[in-house]
């Protein structure tokens, strides 16, 4: 988060799964805001109904937004480092690779070559398993991501090569970020909870990366 400090993103493409209401395709909130104990975070509902209009796979499902964590978590973190933004709240139901890349088509034809939007996905790696093995399940999935090869980190997660509750919104955001010019990624940082707690039986590994332009001096996505 410290890299977007200083920077002017007006908004928000957050994208997140959906851990709670399974559904077909991808919901769009266009509910006016999010409210954190830092304040209101708005809707870019313009945004939103556009995305709807272009996409086969997109629909406004409220109910699968109401509970979902995965989005919001990231807001006080925005809302420190960036102050003023508008977001566009996207849940995925589906994360097959086809719906990755409809979704990601569907992004690069509604934002354009836009400067000031950033895509954010939010996601977890590996639940559950020893330090040593969410190591190599993690670092298995940072590979792919150093790449910037979505069709590989897709195959990787569907032969339980690695693991993400989130995968679809990381393959998403990179083939969008290639659809808009990225070729770079920058692995911020890694760690799992017993990096933290000193428990190594049951773990649950995290990641950051920014994705680049190679003519960029930061992040674009």
């Not at 995305?51 to 807001?75: K, T």
């Not at 990601?104 to 954010?120: C, F, N, P």
């Not at 808009?180 to 707690?197: E, F, H, W």
């Amino acid at each position: 988060y410290r890299l977007l400090t200083g920077r002017q993103y007006r908004r928000i493409v957050l994208l997140g799964p959906s851990h709670q209401v399974r559904f077909r395709g991808v919901s769009v909130n266009l509910q006016s805001g999010y409210e954190t104990p830092l304040g209101i975070v708005p809707v870019d509902r313009n945004l939103g109904r556009r995305l709807l209009e272009a996409g086969s796979d997109l629909r406004w499902l409220r109910e699968a937004h109401v509970l979902e964590h995965s989005l919001e978590i990231q807001l006080p973190f925005l809302q420190k480092v960036l102050g003023n933004f508008q977001i566009v709240p996207i849940l995925m139901g589906q994360q097959d690779y086809k719906t990755c890349s409809n979704l990601a088509t569907t992004l690069k034809q509604v934002l354009g070559d836009t400067e000031d939007t950033l895509i954010l996905a939010s996601s977890d790696l590996s639940h559950f398993y020893t330090y040593d093995q969410a190591k190599t399940l993690d670092f298995r999935f940072i590979t792919r991501v150093r790449a910037v090869d979505p069709k590989g980190l897709a195959e990787d997660l569907s032969m339980g090569k690695c693991e993400a509750c989130g995968g679809g919104p990381v393959i998403t955001t990179l083939l969008t970020a290639q659809n808009l010019g990225a070729d770079r990624a920058i692995i911020l940082g890694y760690a799992n909870s017993g990096d933290v707690t000193g428990d190594h039986r049951r773990v649950v590994g995290y990641l950051s990366a920014a994705l680049v332009k190679s003519s960029d001096r930061g992040p674009h996505q």
